[in-house]
């Protein structure tokens, strides 16, 4: 695939946000944009998740709406650990590591409770953004050369996410992208909250009621990232929890 036509294939989505980055890494709007500009010129990367896409039937470039977003998110705050909760084909976490590759330090840990597309979503044409194509696993389309950093567990966000917390000293990103409910949600922020440190950042996808809470609780204001359901707060106390909200 030529880089002109990926390059037009950029252009068919919304134009990054580069002002949403810049408030929540509390960076410069020059230095969000040279790193959302970093990610957008990574055709290699970008072939591959394409082509990837591709053969699993996606007609889609993406499933979450931000990759570059996060990406420069990440090469700003250089954390030691990112925490994603839904992975399906691998895009954020594609976006995520690569970032970590240029950073040369930290990691990425991964939770996805797998679930196959059926037959009959298949041959009636309706896909399910999260949902695997046959013969797919979690983060099928994430290129081997980025997966050193990578540790993907598979299961319940319930069940696993407490023993992941357990054993990180910190969380520097954190990103929510799952169906949920309020009461799964809260539960696995108010553990998840435990590891959060100034400078942190949180981010949900289509979760407005859940991180709602979630900065309210931390009194921290949420930012909603231009166009899409993609919304973070930046943790800016050391200790911000308000108990009883």
């Not at 591959?48 to 499933?63: A, C, F, I, K, W």
């Not at 709406?65 to 976490?93: C, D, M, N, Q, W």
């Not at 194509?133 to 966000?157: D, E, H, Q």
């Not at 910190?170 to 553990?191: H, R």
């Amino acid at each position: 695939m030529s880089r002109t036509h990926i390059s037009r294939k950029y252009l068919e989505k919304r134009t990054p946000d580069v002002r949403w980055v810049a408030r929540l890494a509390h960076t410069s709007l020059q230095n969000a944009k040279a790193y959302i500009s970093e990610a957008a010129n990574d055709y290699e990367l970008a072939n591959h998740l394409d082509e990837e896409l591709s053969r699993g039937g996606r007609t889609s470039y993406v499933q979450i709406s931000s990759p570059f977003e996060l990406y420069a998110l990440t090469r700003v705050l250089k954390p030691k650990h990112v925490v994603e909760i839904g992975v399906s084909a691998g895009v954020s976490s594609a976006y995520f590591l690569r970032a970590l590759e240029g950073n040369k330090k930290g990691k990425l840990h991964s939770i996805d409770l797998p679930e196959q597309q059926t037959e009959r979503q298949i041959s009636s044409n309706r896909q399910i953004s999260w949902a695997l194509p046959p013969g797919k696993s979690s983060g099928w389309a994430v290129p081997n050369y980025l997966r050193s950093r990578w540790n993907l567990l598979i299961g319940s966000s319930g069940q696993v996410l407490p023993h992941l917390i357990n054993d990180l000293d910190c969380i520097g990103i954190f990103l929510y992208d799952i169906p949920y409910t309020m009461k799964s949600a809260i539960a696995d922020f108010e553990i998840s909250d435990t590891k959060l440190e100034k400078g942190s950042v949180v981010l949900a996808d289509n979760a407005l009621g859940p991180i709602r809470w979630w900065a309210r609780r931390r009194n921290e204001r949420v930012y909603r990232r231009k166009g899409f359901g993609l919304r973070g707060f930046a943790i800016q106390r050391e200790s911000g929890v308000t108990r009883g909200i």
